[in-house]
Nanobody, 124 residues
Framework: VQLQASGGGLVQAGGSRTVSCAASGRTFRSQSYVMGWFRQAPGKEREFVASTTYSGSSSDYVDSVKGRFTISRDKNTVYLQMNSLKPEDTAVYYC??????????????????WGQGTQVTVSS
């Protein structure tokens, strides 16, 4: 399974950005995977941001992004729409996938596959 993240860049505070992640691989069956987004700012640990099931019927968000970020999926691609961005949202954003039907926990160790990360920088 390979995950390819894209869409990062520089955005002004208050602006919006959408990052996406495409999953591929002969063994990847999208219905069997929960996909999520994590982020890591310089000098900080990797932090859970959001996750969603295949159908999108169940999603989870860290409190700091609730109401501003929206995670969605279209088959093998997961998106993270980020609105009202703040400088503290600056980080490398990583997509991840785990073989599960339910959302489960936020521990990055639960996730088996990771994308390469895409940098999002929010200027004040």
């Amino acid at each position: 399974v390979q995950l390819q993240a894209s869409g990062g860049g520089l955005v002004q505070a208050g602006g919006s950005r959408t990052v996406s992640c495409a999953a591929s691989g002969r063994t990847f069956r999208s219905q069997s995977y929960v996909m999520g987004w994590f982020r890591q700012a310089p000098g900080k640990e990797r932090e859970f941001v959001a996750s969603t099931t295949y159908s999108g019927s169940s999603s989870d968000y860290v409190d700091s992004v609730k109401g501003r970020f929206t995670i969605s999926r279209d088959k093998n691609t997961v998106y993270l729409q980020m609105n009202s961005l703040k400088p503290e949202d600056t980080a490398v954003y990583y997509c991840a996938a785990k073989r599960a039907l339910r959302i489960g926990g936020r521990d990055p160790n639960e996730y088996e596959y990771w994308g390469q990360g895409t940098q999002v920088t929010v200027s004040s």
